[in-house]
């Protein structure tokens, strides 16, 4: 456990991972890795091997599998705030790759401790001794009192004065479009930071453009929107600024969690006061090796992981 406030808080569902080794349908695996995955604790994970004091907070069965989470995220030097619950088991996931340009992800999470999150869970200072708060649009989908848990978070740091980042992170398996709109668009708008694709910011505004959906978050409060290109980059979209950045081209391995190592190298750098530029270039190569790695979060680079990557001659290149 850190012996400080951390720099940046999360909070959400972190699951036990099973997934396959070599490529084909899981109907003939024969072998099988064992692991750990969620969106936030992939965020926490990659800010930690970049210097950044890290918190992050979930629910977990009181099993193995929960056993093992807390050792993994906080055996990255994550500070882990986990609410063991007698009541209810450890999520998971199993993930398989059909083809080899392919990754499938079949989730087993209904009732988990980790969907069990509630406001009651957050400790008192622990938002409000942060500078960032990181949510995501997947936690408030898993139930009506991990929403209220999140919007709980958002309230204390929006008294506090502390940037909240929001990565809308839609998952179709928990809502459909419809009914995930409403949902992502009001977290969207009580945030500082929010982080999409194309098809997300249409999900929080059907029928517009990602600059589209900038402005009108712009005019909810909203100063930055980045939008996420995958291989073709990123943009920052301010009032009246546009900052490009291309991508990197690599031959991916395991594509699930670069966007979450998309959004730590961002933040690290935000931290750090660097340059629009420099900040989404950290971005870029930090997504760019996630997915060198199988796995949710093993590849998230640390800084002289980064500085070996852009030295070898891994430059950007627009596609």
């Not at 087993?108 to 999150?117: D, E, K, N, P, T």
């Not at 960032?132 to 009192?145: N, V």
């Not at 290109?229 to 395991?254: M, R, Y």
Request: charged share 20%; aromatic share 4%.
């Amino acid at each position: 456990m850190t012996t400080s406030s951390p720099s940046v808080v999360t909070l959400g569902e972190t699951m036990a991972l099973v997934r396959t080794t070599e490529i084909g349908s899981l109907r003939h695996a024969n072998s099988m890795a064992f692991g750990i995955g969620g969106a936030e604790s992939n965020v926490a994970i990659g800010l930690a091997r970049l210097g950044v004091t890290t918190s992050w907070l979930g629910r977990v069965g009181d099993d193995s599998l929960g056993e093992r989470i807390v050792r993994e995220i906080r055996g990255d030097g994550v500070d882990v705030r986990a609410i063991v619950d007698p009541d209810a088991a450890t999520g998971l996931m199993v993930k398989e790759r059909p083809s080899a340009a392919s990754t499938a992800v079949h989730y087993y999470r209904a009732g988990s401790a980790g969907s069990r999150l509630r406001p009651e869970d957050l400790p008192d200072g622990w938002v409000e001794d942060a500078s960032l708060l990181h949510i995501t649009g997947i936690t408030p989908l898993l139930s009506e009192t991990a929403r209220a848990a999140v919007h709980s978070a958002i309230d204390r740091a929006r008294a506090a004065e502390t940037i909240v980042s929001f990565d809308i992170n839609y998952r179709s398996a928990l809502a459909s479009p419809d009914v995930a709109g409403s949902v992502l668009r009001e977290l969207a708008e009580r945030a500082d930071i929010v982080f999409g694709g194309d098809e997300e910011f249409a999900i929080l505004y059907p029928g517009t453009s990602a600059a589209d959906a900038a402005e009108r978050l712009r005019e909810a409060g909203c100063a930055t929107t980045v939008l996420k290109q995958g291989p073709d980059g990123a943009s920052v979209l301010t009032a009246g600024s546009v900052v490009d950045s291309p991508g990197f081209t690599i031959e991916p391995v395991d594509t699930v969690g670069a966007g979450d190592a998309f959004v730590a190298g961002y933040l690290s750098a935000l931290l750090d006061g660097q340059a629009v530029d420099a900040v989404l270039l950290r971005a870029n190569a930090c997504g760019a090796m996630a997915c060198l790695v199988p796995g949710d979060w093993e590849a998230a680079p640390t800084l002289r992981d980064l500085e070996r990557f852009l030295d070898a001659g891994s430059d950007p290149v627009r596609r």
